[in-house]
């Protein structure tokens, strides 16, 4: 009576099977391992945060120096500002047009060091120390760029919206291809998007421009 008793309240001796097949080594082995992996995955989710945490930037208002059709300018944001609005909000050059920000219609069109590039799709302060040209650059001191000269001849505006970025990013294009024939213009500006029906006046254009005319 004795002994089942004193064996009820500290249990069976260590190392001795139980009815059940499991014994008390077997319990604490199988608790080290649960801490250890738990302590392991801890000090993943540590290490992890603190390499997230190094990218992470304020998102305190900071200045940033955008260089615009030849002039610095230097801006108080935010880092999450992206170019598109930098330029209309801040700058007031509101050539680039923010018409739909989950399609790439390329009214946004904007030329970064000789590139044309979605204003909408870059953040302001990744384009600091980089050379940006708007719409407003091809008209200076009276003089019109043939890029909008040449719109004009072919009646190649489209409703207004689209017309900015399509001429920037036409400019872009006969920069680097001046010689282009149908097929390279037809895809060096598949980019750009109208629903105005003014294709043809802007592929005259563009033939105009390159000599294909």
Not at 163 to 183: L, Q
């Amino acid at each position: 009576m004795r002994d089942r008793e004193e064996r009820t309240r500290s249990g069976p001796p260590e190392g001795s099977p139980t009815t059940s097949g499991f014994n008390r080594r077997d319990f604490l082995k199988g608790s080290g391992a649960a801490a250890a992996a738990t302590a392991l995955v801890t000090a993943t989710e540590t290490v992890t945060a603190q390499d997230v945490k190094s990218n992470v930037r304020s998102a305190e208002p900071q200045k940033v120096t955008l260089n615009v059709n030849g002039e610095d300018h230097t801006l108080e944001i935010e880092p999450r500002v992206t170019l598109l609005d930098a330029l209309r909000n801040d700058l007031s050059l509101t050539g680039c047009k923010d018409v739909d920000e989950r399609d790439a219609a390329g009214a946004d069109t904007v030329i970064i060091d000789g590139k044309a590039v979605l204003a909408g799709s870059r953040l302001a302060i990744e384009c600091e120390g980089q050379k940006i040209r708007t719409v407003e650059s091809l008209v200076a001191d009276g003089n019109i760029d043939p890029v909008v000269a040449s719109f004009v001849k072919h009646d190649a505006q489209q409703c207004g919206f689209c017309t900015p970025g399509f001429v920037m990013a036409m400019r872009a294009f006969v920069d680097k291809n001046p010689k282009a024939s149908d097929e390279e213009i037809r895809e060096g500006l598949g980019g750009n998007i109208c629903r105005c029906g003014t294709y043809d006046g802007i592929m005259k254009c563009a033939l105009e421009l390159t000599g294909g005319a």
